[in-house]
């Protein structure tokens, strides 16, 4: 049985950091591309960042700079850093699963999690 499992939301004020994790079994995930959404209340689901299994990386352009993904292939464990959060970043964020490739439309993933919650306030 395919499982992603997120962790790691929280609430914290602008300007600071978080760092999500997200555990993958049932599958080998390292053959497949993993990637990263959110979604806010009233919003479409839009992608965050995303990696291939060759470790090519694509990371959505409003967030260059601020969002950095990474994975930990002994451990089926991807990971998504990000800095300098503003409050415009609070949304449940998921991970995605079984990719053929990097990238960032949601129906190209056909494993999810159920989500992290991340807040931004002060």
């Known amino acids: 049985q395919v499982q992603l499992v997120e962790s790691g939301g929280g609430s914290v004020q602008p300007g600071g950091s978080l760092r999500l994790s997200c555990a993958a079994s049932g599958y080998d995930s390292n053959a497949y591309a993993m990637a990263w959404f959110r979604q806010a209340p009233g919003h479409e689901r839009e992608g965050v960042a995303s990696i291939s299994k060759y470790g090519i990386r694509t990371v959505d352009a409003s967030l260059k700079g601020r969002a950095t993904i990474s994975k930990d292939n002994a451990n089926h464990t991807l990971f998504l850093q990000m800095d300098n959060l503003k409050v415009e970043d609070t949304a449940m964020y998921y991970c995605?699963?079984?990719?053929?490739?990097?990238?960032?439309?949601?129906?190209?993933?056909?494993?999810w999690g159920r989500g992290t919650q991340v807040t931004v306030s002060s």
């Open positions: 995605a699963g079984g990719g053929d490739y990097a990238q960032l439309t949601p129906r190209r993933y056909p494993y």
